[in-house]
T-cell receptor
């Protein structure tokens, strides 16, 4: 089966600009996660979807970050405006049901200059 | 906030030796998972152990779970240079929330 697809792989933007990341989870997976991973740290959960509903967005900086999952399939994560501290790898993952493993995409490496 | 904490932060061993990494967590869990991440790559799932299980094996990997101590360990036996990577534990709590620790950087020297 095809894995989790993310694009772009790399993005460099200036601070105060906006950026969007796209994720296509594994077909049929109801749960979709977005994580932020700063260099040298573990992944930090930003938002979790169950189908097209938000389950947890408690750590999403809602003044600048937004995410949506249309029709319960693809998802986009947007940052507007970006700050220098947003430089990180943004990882998307999906899982089929409770109590099973999550599958990760290769991530999008964002550099804000 | 991070749920799990790995120990040690970094581990350097010789090829052929065993590597043990520990993870502690704070709240009740459905399961605990271990993932591996090579530099610049995504995370790869290694093994999942459910809250009612105490030990699990997969190839050269052995995972234990002690829910009374809220801790887990990952043992890699007969390590190889290709095992060099970061290893993360992740806990799944209610609602399938999956939370990661800060990881252990394992270096296996040939």
């Amino acid at each position: 089966e095809a894995g989790v697809a993310q694009s772009p792989r790399y993005k460099i933007i200036e601070k105060r600009q906006s950026v969007a990341f796209w994720c296509n989870p594994i077909s049929g997976h109801a749960t979709l996660y977005w994580y932020q991973q700063i260099l040298g740290q573990g992944p930090k959960l930003l938002i979790q979807f169950q189908n097209n509903g938000v389950v947890d967005d408690s750590q999403l900086p809602k003044d600048r970050f937004s995410a949506e999952r249309l029709k319960g399939v693809d998802s986009t994560l947007k940052i507007q405006p970006a700050k220098l501290e947003d430089s990180a790898v943004y990882l998307c993952a999906s899982s089929s049901e409770i109590d099973t493993e999550a599958f990760f995409g290769q991530g999008t490496r964002l550099t804000v200059v | 906030s991070q749920q799990g904490e790995e120990d040690p932060q970094a581990l350097s061993i010789q090829e052929g030796e065993n590597a043990t990494m520990n993870c502690s967590y704070k709240t009740s869990i459905n399961n605990l998972q271990w993932y591996r991440q090579n530099s610049g790559r995504g995370l790869v799932h290694l093994i999942l152990i459910r809250s009612n299980e105490r030990e699990k094996h997969s190839g050269r990997l052995r995972v234990t779970l002690d829910t009374s101590k809220k801790s887990s360990s990952l043992l890699i036996t007969a390590s190889r240079a290709a095992d060099t990577a970061s290893y993360f534990c992740a806990t799944e709590t209610s609602g399938s929330r999956l939370t990661f620790g800060e990881g252990t950087q394992l270096t296996v020297n040939p």
